[in-house]
């Protein structure tokens, strides 16, 4: 389908029918396209825009990551079509693996999505081989990389489930989630929770850290004084603020 560029929504059509090839292309899974639906509600909720709260998220974010021994990015099927070139970009700054990991998996859906990142990064992946465990899942969602996630001290979860989320921290992982959903369990389960939509939350945890890398000690400041509780409250007044109000910010 062709999109008008003067169409008011041009840039989330355009992002729908993006998605809806990477279905017929076996990138995302059909339900992937549930999720983004309700990831564009919340977004509206917000404005569709970085808030304030998203900001220092996002800063802290880039914080956990500067002062993280092994970091590393998990990538499914959305995650992976909606900006696969951030990600490569993020993991490159910040000097963590990337790991494929899939919610509906089968063999044939892992080759293609590490194949997709692996294109779109220029980087290696991870998730061809799990031959590790993570401890409390149901089913095929719980394999994962013994030198990927399993070895690692701070995952960033890009549109995580909240099971998975809550397993991650059981096993003392910290957590940086980006989740337009403020209520998720993976929003509410993780050390810094980033309320933005993927493709703006990336390149600003990027610049960050590459502010931040420069300076640990402001790094350490930054994550001291962030509150994931507190900031997930701000969002949700935020919500509540701008259904009463539309026009008012
Ligand atoms: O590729 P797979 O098989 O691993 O499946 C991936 C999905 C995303 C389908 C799977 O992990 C899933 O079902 O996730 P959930 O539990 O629906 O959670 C996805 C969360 O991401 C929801 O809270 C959405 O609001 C949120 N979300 C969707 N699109 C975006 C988003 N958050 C930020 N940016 C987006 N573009």
Redesign the pocket.
Known sequence: MRVSEDHPRYRSLV?RERMAEMVAGG???V??L??????????YLLGERTTPEAEGAEMAAAALLVLSERPIITV?????A??VKELGELARISDAMLEV?????SDE?MEK?CAFVEAGTGEQVLGRIQDGILEGIASDRARCCRSGLMAADVVLI?????D?AEAMVRVGKKIIS????PL?R??QAATVAV???????LPNISAWVEKLRKDPKEAGRVLTNFDNRKNLTSVLDRICHHLREPSSD
Do not use: Y
Not at 158 to 162: R, S, V, Y
């Open positions: 992002t990138v995302v899974s339900t992937g549930i999720a983004h639906g309700r990831g564009e509600a919340f977004d499914n099927g959305n995650a992976a909606l900006a990991n899939l919610f509906h998996r859906r999505v890009p549109l995580e489930d909240g998975r980006i989740d337009l959903n998720s993976t929003s309320v933005d939509e993927l493709t703006r939350a």
